[in-house]
């Protein structure tokens, strides 16, 4: 017996219904978020950020991709394509326009990253290293305005920039807190991967107080959001659609996402981001010790019940540690109201104390505790650091685009030099295109013999343009000279 077509219509339109309740009922029961109201309300905040740096650079040998630029091959190159220069510019009628095109040629390198306005008046924050070096900076907006920012501050050790941008009205973020965040908390990050503006990731909180090897201020925010190039400086909002983190870092071996990725916490950027914007810089406490952590058997050696706290290898002279008593052997456990559990959080605790202030540190010397108060000094500078070994990172010069570190005692005695900083990386600039490379030591430079970092950069920033300069390397056992140029 067929059924009405009345009836029919009844039964599918019940069935639709339940079918309705079924889903929504699921999807409670799933768990699962909802995002959009999130991204309609605060994604007009979140800007695009692109910058251009100009790079002036000497005409010289191509960069073919292989080709072994180092070594006598690459100098047989070298000198074939400046001959060639020489030739096509001596026959030239157009004698400046030619000495131009020996000399330098001039590019630029777009990058791109992502940021977000904190202010109605136009103060955006992002990454240090998304704005670093950058001689025009464009932020872009949601409604497509483009529009030019200048540096209000920026600081590398948290990498963390504020910038400022003319307009009014503009769109905030809300700025939450970092401190109760929760392990299993889900997050979203909008920013411009790849360049793609306003992409919306989710994720949850994978761990918090993430500390990198060679990041040892900020106590990261570890998520598994999809972040990718282009990200960074964008914000991480909790499910209150409130800013509780910086987009900064990935870990991969590939350049892409892997699903570990890190945010700086909100607490620590809105304090830089204070700073940045009454003075322009921001200050960080100094101990003036060089530590590591303590293990299983260290901790027996040092009559502890478990490991815990940084054992101290080093006491810097004149340092706010040196002043308070505390020694090569001692074992700090406490800083402040701080417990010490790895050696990585005593930087992040002694970084963020205020300068000046006086700080309680509880040490274990000989078995025994001690109680010491210790007054926070600023921490020098990465040139200051270098010069006087409590910093494992190298002097960077920016006119020869290279970067140096000391030389101990015993590698030089190994290597049979008296004096000489190592050379660890070379950028394109004077040095590479002298024949400069990574292992090379610079025992003399412009006839004066390099004792440490300190004096290395001092000579180099006192070096003259467009003149040869006599460079004295050592590699691989054996002393030589290289000339070099610095142009303009």
Excluded: C
């Excluded at 497509?144 to 009205?169: H, M, Q, T």
């Excluded at 299983?296 to 308070?324: C, H, I, N, Q």
């Excluded at 605790?349 to 108060?373: E, F, H, M, N, P």
């Amino acid at each position: 017996m067929s059924m009405p077509v009345a009836n029919k219509i009844v039964a599918v339109t019940s069935l639709f219904f339940i079918s309705l309740i079924s889903f929504n009922v699921t999807a409670k029961m799933s768990g699962l978020p909802d995002f959009t109201h999130l991204v309609e309300e605060y994604s007009d905040a979140v800007v695009n950020i692109s910058t251009t740096q100009k790079i002036k650079k000497r005409n010289g040998v191509p960069q073919i991709p292989g080709f072994p630029h180092d070594g006598p091959f690459g100098d047989l190159l070298r000198k074939f394509f400046e001959q060639q220069s020489y030739k096509k510019n001596n026959s030239s009628t157009d004698n400046n326009s030619a000495t131009a095109n020996l000399i330098q040629t001039r590019r630029t390198n777009d990058s791109l990253g992502s940021g977000f306005i904190i202010d109605s008046d136009g103060y955006v924050v992002t990454n240090h290293h998304v704005i670093r070096d950058a001689d025009e900076i464009i932020v872009r907006l949601k409604d497509r305005r483009e529009l030019k920012a200048k540096v209000i501050g920026s600081d590398g050790r948290s990498d963390i920039a504020l910038l400022k941008v003319e307009a009014d009205n503009l769109p905030v973020v809300k700025i939450g807190s970092s401190a109760s965040l929760k392990v299993g908390s889900w997050v979203m990050a909008i920013g411009s991967p790849f360049g793609f503006d306003h992409s919306v990731s989710v994720g949850v909180i994978s761990a918090i107080g993430r500390t990198l090897p060679s990041e040892t201020y900020v106590p990261f925010i570890q998520t598994d959001v999809a972040i990718n190039p282009g990200n960074s400086g964008g914000p991480l909002f909790n499910m209150n659609g409130e800013v509780i983190g910086i987009n900064s870092q990935i870990y991969s071996r590939t350049g892409g996402f892997m699903g570990l990725s890190f945010a700086i916490p909100v607490d620590v950027a809105k304090d830089i981001v204070e700073q940045l914007k009454r003075t322009g810089q921001a200050k960080w406490g100094w101990l003036g010790v060089l530590i590591q952590d303590v293990n299983k058997e260290l901790a027996e050696s040092f009559g502890m019940k478990k490991p815990m706290g940084a054992v101290v290898l080093r006491v810097l002279d004149d340092t706010p540690a040196k002043k308070a008593g505390i020694e090569v052997g001692d074992v700090i456990t406490h800083f402040g109201d701080k417990t010490i559990n790895r050696s990585s959080d005593l930087p992040l605790a002694v970084g963020q104390s205020a300068i000046g202030s006086k700080v309680r540190v509880r040490v274990i010397r000989d078995g025994k505790t001690k109680r010491l108060k210790v007054k926070i000094a600023e921490l020098p500078t990465e040139e200051e650091l270098a010069e006087n070994g409590s910093s494992p990172r190298e002097a960077k010069s920016n006119r020869l685009n290279i970067e140096v570190s000391a030389l101990s005692k015993e590698a030089r005695k190994q290597v049979n030099v008296d004096g000489g900083v190592l050379v660890q990386s070379v950028a394109e600039g004077a040095a590479a295109e002298a024949g400069i490379r990574r292992g090379d030591i610079i025992l003399k430079l412009h006839g004066k013999s390099i004792k440490s970092t300190k004096q290395f950069l001092r000579i180099v920033k006192d070096l003259p343009e467009d003149k040869w300069i006599r460079v004295l390397i050592q590699r691989d056992g054996s002393p030589r000279f290289l000339p070099l140029k610095i142009t303009d």
